[in-house]
């Protein structure tokens, strides 16, 4: 089993529509939780970091963890064009982990 | 956030050459930098953590004599592909935790912007 899974996609949605992103992770000692945004040929961009169950939000960005159910995902409102990118979970135990990532695209 | 600088931002050598990629912290002292590899289409994949002052730990299945890492101040750490080959063509990218950032959110990590390598 992975570490840190993700749905690789492509997810496309609309211009405006929520964007819905998952991730699962193995490890129950994971203490810190993260999403990174890369775009093609760049390197990762930290958007999120959320360290304890619920939800947690940061403009158009809602990221939720659930330890229980070893989830977080990370929700995107009024999604635009220039959101398409490829989205990476990370988790850290020790050392930070990340999953394959999802690529987003968002039509116009 | 933090800024993370890399250097060369890409490079292109012979096989059998060695090539040094340089990640500075710019605005705070990492006392741990982490090196990564990305291949297309790709997640990353973490090869090495830096320790200023001590050794490199790598992780399973990473060569240390190939990659060759020096963390000598708290602001600079080296990662030197030493003999490289085609199949070392990849996005190297580093990363740095700023330990001033408080709890909670210790573990955030900085990206730099990365060095794409290509061995002909």
């Known amino acids: 089993q992975k570490e840190v899974e993700q749905n690789s996609g492509p997810l496309s949605v609309p211009e405006g529509a929520i964007a819905s992103l998952n991730c699962t992770y193995s490890?129950?000692?994971?203490?810190?939780f993260f999403w990174y945004r890369q775009y093609s040929g760049k390197s990762p961009e930290l958007i999120m970091s959320i360290y304890s169950n619920g939800d947690k939000e940061d403009g158009r960005f809602t990221a939720q963890l659930n330890k229980a159910s070893q989830y977080v995902s990370l929700l995107i409102r009024d999604s635009q064009p220039s959101d398409s990118a490829t989205y990476l979970c990370a988790v850290t135990v020790n050392d930070m982990r990340f999953g394959a990532g999802t690529r987003l695209t968002v039509k116009p | 956030g933090a800024v993370v600088s890399q250097h060369p931002s890409w490079v292109i050598c012979k096989s059998g050459t060695s090539v040094k990629i340089e990640c500075r912290s710019l605005d705070f002292q990492a006392t741990t930098m982490f090196w990564y590899r990305q291949f297309p289409k790709q997640s990353l994949m973490l090869m090495a953590t830096s320790n200023e002052g001590s050794k490199a730990t790598y992780e399973q299945g990473v060569e240390k004599d190939k990659f060759l890492i020096n963390h000598a101040s708290l602001t600079l750490s080296t990662l030197t592909v030493t003999s490289a080959h085609p199949e070392d063509s990849s996005f190297y990218i580093c990363?740095?935790?700023?330990?001033?950032?408080?709890?909670?959110?210790?573990?955030?990590?900085?990206f730099g912007p990365g060095t794409r390598l290509t061995v002909l």
């Open positions: 990363s740095a935790r700023d330990p001033a950032v408080l709890a909670g959110s210790t573990d955030t990590q900085y």
């Open positions: 490890d129950r000692g994971s203490q810190s």
